[in-house]
């Protein structure tokens, strides 16, 4: 239908076209002797075939992939790309996508459209939810696979395709550059909640559908998987990312060995809003490094020395930019290893070795006895946590995210869930039971904006709230 859709507005266009245009001038002899004189080793033509033999190889393992999910109202479709690699150590072709393009979906709601015409179904879906990939494994699909380039060799300014089906037109190539690296901090669509952010940034169109599709060097290895585009008006604006490739070959390669991503862990909660200021009230110079605001007891940050207000410079022998970027790197590296940390602290850097443990999602960062207990509601058995940066990086959310945590729900209450945030009651923000108990206290009925995890991407919704019972005062 989404083809059907973009084809009746292309014959649109063009039929307005013919009815206001003139017919086009006749070849003129001078046009004919630009086309005579044109030298045959032309760069641009030597170019142009060169281009078109690296897509017309790397098309071969496009694939286009259609799934269907239960959603609040109804089934959802979702179409996007994927492409079928293999790697050293996995030699049967899988095929790479984005999570978000299958997330939800049973096995036999996806469907695989290889370039050939054939359709295939996936025998086992792998996903990582906090790096927004996914492998499909497929049995024998005869079709050509294609190997991972190395994008920290990408230089900004180099040439990449970027294929896939862009509005349901599948086996579409276009041609930009790199235009950055590294891109980290994107508010993503749909509010995925992914923590491993260092994206390329390519001018290469980009466009709905091309979610999953790889991205292609000059030397036709996929050197990124195309995620998410910067638009105002939803389509393509000359501003695409792109996961790089080594990350993506490292998350597949774990999903396929063990079936999930081990991520490191330290262990501390770190500034969000870390300003010049501030880092000049530390010493610093300039804007560097993540600075660290919370250290939880019995972790390797810990066990390691940190303390609050440490700013840490350099990881592992590479020097941090962020707070986005450490996290990046922390959970990228091997459970156990240990690594040196370069920190500033009262305007002395001092050394630092640490012993990463394994970050277990959604774990409890703080021992049972330092947990907070839950609040329960005077006019029901609801019963919440006040938020605060660690109980938020505990419950999936990051670390600024404020409200009520929901903890316990009433038998028979089907509104609200587990994990649920509330943070609004009636457009009036809510960051205490105390508040939200005056609120409640006034109707039996509330509308309250919820913040929830569906799938590992966060959603907004509003809730129309009825107590389920109500004690006398």
């Known amino acids: ?44 033509i030597g170019a142009g075939r060169a281009v078109a033999a690296v897509a017309a190889q790397a098309n071969k393992s496009v694939v286009h992939i259609e799934s269907k999910h239960e959603g609040r109202r109804g089934e959802v479709e979702e179409t996007g790309s994927g492409v079928l690699v293999t790697t050293p150590r996995f030699r049967d072709p899988f095929v790479v996508t984005n999570r978000h393009v299958v997330a939800g979906a049973p096995l036999d709601s996806i469907s695989i459209l290889l370039a050939d015409g054939r359709v295939i179904y996936p025998t086992e879906k792998l996903e990582d939810p906090e790096s927004d990939v996914a492998v499909l494994k ?25 294929m896939g089906s862009p509005f349901g037109l599948s086996q579409s190539v276009t041609l930009g550059i790199i235009s950055a690296k590294a891109r980290r901090s994107l508010q993503l669509p749909g509010n995925r909640k992914v923590i491993n952010q260092d994206f390329l940034q390519t001018d290469a169109a980009i466009n709905p559908g091309n979610s999953g599709g790889p991205l292609i060097d000059m030397n036709g290895r996929v050197v990124g998987i195309n995620t998410a585009i910067a638009s105002q008006g939803g389509g393509n604006e000359g501003i695409g990312f792109s996961i790089p490739s080594n990350l993506v070959r490292y998350i597949a390669e774990q999903l396929l060995l063990d079936g999930r991503v081990k991520r490191g862990y330290l262990g501390v909660v770190l500034d969000e809003e870390f300003t010049i200021e501030t880092a000049r009230e530390l010493s610093l110079s300039r804007l560097t490094g993540a600075r660290v605001i919370q250290v939880y007891e019995g972790t390797p940050a810990a066990k390691a020395g940190l303390r609050p207000n440490d700013v840490i410079l350099d990881f592992d022998g590479t020097e941090v930019e962020d707070e986005t970027d450490l996290i990046h790197r922390v959970s990228l590296t091997p459970v156990n290893k240990q690594v040196r940390l370069i920190i500033l602290r009262a305007g002395q850097r001092l050394t630092l070795q640490i012993t990463l443990s394994e970050r277990e999602r959604n774990q409890s960062a703080l021992p049972p006895e330092q947990i907070p207990k839950s609040e329960t509601f005077r006019n029901s058995s609801l019963q919440v946590l006040t938020l605060d940066s660690g109980l938020a990086v505990q419950s999936g959310y990051g670390p600024s995210q404020r409200g009520l945590l929901v903890t ?3 038998e028979g209450e089907s509104q609200l869930k587990l994990y649920d945030i509330i943070m609004e009651v009636g457009r009036q923000p809510v960051d205490s039971a105390d508040v939200f108990d005056a609120l409640a206290a006034k109707s039996d009925s509330l509308l309250l904006k919820v913040r929830r995890v569906v799938d590992g991407q966060e ?11 109500k004690s006398s005062d």
Do not use: Y
Request: net charge negative; proline share 10%; hydrophobic share 50%.
């Open 138 to 162: 497929v049995k024998n699909p005869d079709a050509p696979a294609i190997e991972f380039g190395d994008s920290d060799n990408l230089d900004i300014g180099h040439f990449v395709l970027a």
């Open 408 to 410: 316990q729900v009433p």
């Open 1 to 44: 239908m989404k083809m059907n859709a973009c084809l009746t507005a292309l014959i649109f266009l063009s039929a307005v076209d013919v009815g206001n245009a003139q017919a086009p001038p006749a070849a003129t002899p001078r046009n004919l002797l630009v086309q005579a004189d044109m030298p045959v080793n032309n760069p641009l």
């Open 459 to 469: 959603t907004e919704l509003l809730v129309n709230w009825r107590q389920l019972s």
